[in-house]
């Protein structure tokens, strides 16, 4: 094949050209691959807690691909074994293969509506709660078992029962009036701020709480700089008041 003259002209703009996007690809090719973070979290740490985590990790680290998976927290701990998830929060669990951080204690408190009877009374005996519905959430939590439990050991339980899927539900049940329950504090720390709830303070019964951690595997040889960036943010959590992250 023999160019034209006309072909012969455009020929080196063509050459230009085909170099440029070869150049322009070898660089493309050169630049680090986007760090990605991969989460595990039980629903009322991915609720109420992970935000706000996620929010300043981003603002340090904008170009981390952040990927969050729910469960509740022997399905989260599973998923760090497994190393479906770099790091997990969940509550207080242990396994060998894993190192595990405390981050805070999340308290159960009951709470009701303003208007609610019981909102007249700052400090009441759980024999109070049973002449009101209580609002129940989340069969296969934790919390459930422990709001169970409070009521097994101090006797009869209340005549009124509401069960919900979601923690959320259950808190805007409380806000309809609907009933009263026995959330987590991390759940409800806006809106007692706000008076939108009141905490009422169960006289006599121990404190219901649960020790929120973060877990990962222990053979660290494989982190990435996302997740050790993660978890040194992870080690300046203060959950009081609310929770933040301390600056």
Do not use: C
């Amino acid at each position: 094949m023999v160019l034209t003259e006309a072909g012969r002209t455009f020929l080196p703009y063509a050459d230009r050209a085909v170099r440029a996007l070869q150049d322009g690809s070898s660089a493309i090719e050169r630049l680090p691959l986007a760090d990605e973070l991969v989460l595990g979290a039980a629903p009322a740490i991915s609720t109420y807690v992970l935000p706000q985590l996620l929010v300043r990790f981003e603002a340090e680290h904008p170009a981390v691909r952040l990927s969050v998976r729910t469960g509740h927290s022997e399905q989260i701990l599973d998923m760090v074994v497994r190393g479906d998830v770099q790091v997990g929060l969940a509550r207080e669990l242990h396994h060998p293969a894993l190192e595990t951080m405390d981050l805070y204690e999340d308290e159960l408190v009951l709470v009701v509506e303003p208007g609610h009877p019981l909102a007249r009374h700052r400090r009441i005996n759980i024999d109070r709660v049973r002449d009101a519905r209580l609002i129940l959430f989340d069969r296969t939590s934790s919390y459930y078992d422990l709001t169970n439990a409070l009521f097994r050991t101090a006797g009869p339980p209340p005549r009124g029962v509401l069960e919900l899927d979601h923690i959320d539900a259950a808190k805007q049940m409380v806000l309809a009036g609907l009933g009263v329950a026995l959330l987590p504090m991390t759940a409800v720390a806006g809106e007692l701020r706000s008076g939108s709830l009141r905490r009422v303070v169960l006289i006599g019964t121990p404190r219901i709480e649960r020790r929120i951690a973060a877990l990962r595997r222990l053979d660290g040889d494989g982190r990435s700089p996302a997740q050790v960036a993660f978890w040194s943010l992870l080690e300046a959590f203060d959950a009081a008041p609310g929770p933040s992250i301390v600056a």
